[in-house]
């Protein structure tokens, strides 16, 4: 695997998905890496995050700002600033934000996924509000991506 030099600007205007309360930067493309990982930051709006999903990819999260709700393979249970939360391809999982303000974690997907097509194309899918499964899993299909269920809610309790 090679790496090449990259620098990723702060500044740079983010990815945004309403529906989810989301908006995303693509730090590491897939290109920087020979398709070996990417990294991507996330900023969730209070209340929101995915619906319930897998993939083939694994992710490692580090929890940056705020406090999560995570639930993988079933367990539930809440991460903190500083916490990393490594989430193995094939695992159902999902998260929330549950503080009141917006809340960021830095995510390391291997292998690569391109971030940058992906949250694109799933901003139109979701340009007004969280469609229905079948409709996800049509576009998830291309990505090799199912979708399981709704968010979670930050009330959902753990287990």
Request: charged content about 20%; aromatic content about 10%; proline content about 9%.
């Amino acid at each position: 695997m090679t790496i090449e030099f990259r620098h990723s600007d702060a500044s740079e205007p983010g990815l945004s998905i309403p529906a989810i309360g989301l908006v995303l930067h693509v730090r590491f493309p897939p290109s920087a890496s020979d398709g070996a990982f990417s990294i991507i930051e996330t900023i969730n709006d209070p209340g929101f995050g995915p619906p319930r999903h897998r993939h083939r990819e694994a992710e490692i999260f580090r929890v940056l700002e705020g406090r999560y709700l995570y639930e993988v393979d079933g367990r539930r249970f809440y991460a903190e600033v500083g916490d990393v939360v490594s989430i193995p391809g094939g695992a159902e999982h999902g998260f929330v934000n549950v503080t009141h303000k917006p809340a960021r974690q830095y995510v390391l997907i291997t292998p690569a996924l391109d971030a940058a097509a992906f949250f694109t194309e799933l901003g139109l899918v979701m340009a007004t509000r969280i469609p229905d499964k079948a409709a996800l899993n049509r576009f998830g299909a291309q990505w090799g991506m199912e979708f399981l269920g709704a968010p979670l809610k930050p009330t959902d309790i753990p287990t």
